[in-house]
């Protein structure tokens, strides 16, 4: 079930801790990991915590509908969201060395390239991408934020050709 929520609209920080999987909770078998067709998904290798009792991260790999695994530069987060046709997925990538801990990255799988926007966040937890909009909250425990990333006019720190 998806909750969009306005600006205005304060978020209850309680849904996104007791709702599976979220960022502290997510695995290679969860629905979110695999394209609306069934035929793409990410695989996370082993995933550890952050830092004790803090979200997951691991490395990622991108298996592509022929079962090319291709590997994604970096270390995620997740859980991550597709569109509906199953050509981009965003996830949240960490960062080492940064007040602000991950970025957001979208994986476009016609064009076989990773973008990495700018902005930091905290903690992502993304919830829907509809056509260039992505949805969600950053911190979802502590300060909680409501996401609304326009793709297409964000600052992009780096693309990736995979």
């Not at 394209?35 to 915590?49: D, V």
């Amino acid at each position: 079930m998806l909750f969009l929520l306005p600006p205005n609209v304060l978020y209850n920080s309680s849904y996104m801790v007791d709702t599976l999987p979220n960022p502290w909770s997510f695995f290679n078998g969860n629905k979110s990991i695999y394209s609306p067709n069934g035929k793409q998904r990410l695989q996370f290798g082993e995933l550890q915590e952050r830092n004790q009792g803090g979200p997951l991260w691991g490395n990622c790999n991108w298996v592509q509908a022929d079962g090319i695994v291709v590997p994604l530069p970096g270390i995620y987060g997740g859980p991550p969201v597709w569109d509906t046709m199953g050509h981009r997925v965003a996830l949240p990538r960490w960062t080492r060395f940064s007040c602000h801990d991950q970025q957001l990255a979208l994986l476009d799988t016609q064009l076989c390239k990773l973008i990495v926007f700018k902005q930091g966040f905290s903690v992502l937890h993304l919830q829907n991408l509809n056509k260039l909009v992505l949805t969600g909250v950053d911190s979802p425990i502590h300060r909680p934020q409501i996401v609304h990333f326009m793709l297409a006019t964000e600052a992009i720190q780096r693309v990736f050709e995979l």
